[in-house]
Structure formats: structure tokens, C-alpha cells
């Protein structure tokens, strides 16, 4: 039962443009959600994180959007650079689970900038 | 302030031997997570644990696999009797009372032979 979906394995994008990275979710007791950034080799890198109170949130070059009616987040980069280039990690926290920060984790997206 | 540290990197072990892993959360971090990622997949949660206590190991396999977390040193996440399956990369993470957000370590890769 897959309760975080990244649906789209692969991105590729013009530097300077933007990436869009898409998650959708099922379980509506996820308050706190959460973008991680992976290179090979290594751990995942926190990037940016919302919680459901919220609908937006902006740190540089990166935003997050939520839309919790349709179950649905967004990564936001832009401009992209070819350093961006990694899988990136949507996850999800359980505000009702039997312990509040579990990291339920989607699929992950290869994103590829190329110059 | 140093990261979230985990040793070995890599650790190969032949069928029905232990392996031992070592997580050592970043300065002042009280909670430490494992997960888990097989080859092609996304990460899965392990276990959640506090000074001395086991929060959630419902992510654990029911045999072989323990985690500890003791009042000093390193959480250590032990497999015993490893099968080829077992083999994977597995990550720790680190968060302080109250916050949500969880820091990784750079992972072991665990190879059964």
C-alpha cells in the first residue's frame, strides 16, 4: 500500500527553466510533509518542508505547494541548475500514527538539468 | 557542529553472519530513526527509538533484525543470520525533541555475499 506516490520515475530540464516535482498522497491524517534531495552514494538531504496548515511555502530558488483537498504537493525549482540534478524524496508525517515522526517516503524523481 | 555520523559505509558479510551498524545522531538529538532502501526503491522506515526506549519498530522485520539506542554511544541496528536479501542501504536519521524534521546520515551499504 503505497500512501506516497511519485508517479513521475524521471524529469528532464533546461537549465534556467523550471522543475516541477509532483507527489500525491492517501492518507489524510499526513500533517507535515517534507522534500529531500539524494545524490548516489549518500544520505538524503533536507530541502523544504510544509505543514498542512499551510498551503505554500518559499526558501530561495525552492517552493513547496500543498493542495490538501486534492491530496496533491509540488516542488517548485527555479531556475534550475545542472547541480540540482539528484532524485528528490517527497515524504510524508502521520499526525494520528503511534508515533509521531515516521517518514512514510514516495518513490523518489531523477531529475536532470542539462546545461 | 558535525552531521549525522554512521560507520561502517560499507559492510560486506557472508550468509549467516551479523552485521552491526552504527549511527551516531548530530549534537543534541535525542531521537534516531533507521530506513531502509533496496535496490530500485524508495525508502522504508525501520524503527524509532529515544534514549534507552523503543518508540516504533513496526517498520522492523519480525526476525534476525534488533535496534538499541543506549544512554551513551551510538543507536546500533544488528541483523543476525543475514540473507542476500538483507542486502541494502540503511540510513539513520536524526531530529530534536519536538521537531519534524529529520537529518540523514550518509548510510552503510550493507552487501550479502
Known amino acids: 500500500d503505497q500512501q506516497v506516490k511519485q508517479n513521475s520515475p524521471s524529469l528532464s530540464v533546461q537549465e534556467g527553466r523550471i522543475s516541477i516535482l509532483n507527489c500525491d498522497y492517501t492518507?489524510?491524517?499526513?500533517?507535515?510533509f517534507l522534500w529531500y534531495k539524494k545524490y548516489p552514494a549518500e544520505g538524503p538531504t533536507f530541502l523544504i518542508s510544509i505543514s498542512s496548515i499551510k498551503d505554500k511555502n518559499e526558501d530561495g530558488r525552492f517552493t513547496v505547494f500543498l493542495n490538501k483537498s486534492a491530496k496533491h504537493l509540488s516542488l517548485h525549482i527555479v531556475p534550475s541548475q545542472p547541480g540540482d540534478s539528484a532524485v528528490y524524496f517527497c515524504?510524508?508525517?502521520?499526525?494520528?500514527?503511534?508515533?509521531?515522526?515516521?517518514?512514510?517516503f514516495g518513490q523518489g524523481t531523477i531529475l536532470t538539468v542539462h546545461p | 557542529n558535525a552531521g549525522v555520523m554512521q560507520n561502517p559505509r560499507h559492510l560486506v558479510r557472508r550468509r549467516g553472519q551479523e552485521a552491526r551498524l552504527r549511527c551516531s545522531p548530530m549534537?543534541?538529538?535525542?531521537?534516531v530513526y533507521w530506513y531502509r532502501q533496496l535496490p530500485e526503491e524508495g525508502l522504508k522506515f525501520m524503527v524509532y527509538?529515544?534514549?534507552?526506549?523503543?518508540?516504533?519498530e513496526s517498520g522492523m522485520p519480525k526476525e534476525r533484525f534488533s535496534a538499541e539506542f543506549p544512554k551513551e554511544g551510538p543507536s546500533i541496528l544488528r541483523i543476525q543470520q543475514v540473507v542476500r536479501g538483507d542486502s541494502a542501504a540503511y540510513f539513520c536519521a536524526s531530529s530534536p525533541p519536538g521537531g519534524d524534521t529529520q537529518y540523514f546520515g550518509p548510510g552503510t551499504r550493507l552487501t550479502v555475499l
Open positions: 492518507n489524510s491524517m499526513f500533517d507535515y
Open positions: 527509538l529515544q534514549k534507552e526506549n523503543i518508540i516504533d
Open positions: 515524504a510524508a508525517i502521520d499526525a494520528g500514527g503511534t508515533s509521531y515522526g515516521k517518514l512514510t
Open positions: 549534537k543534541g538529538h535525542s531521537h
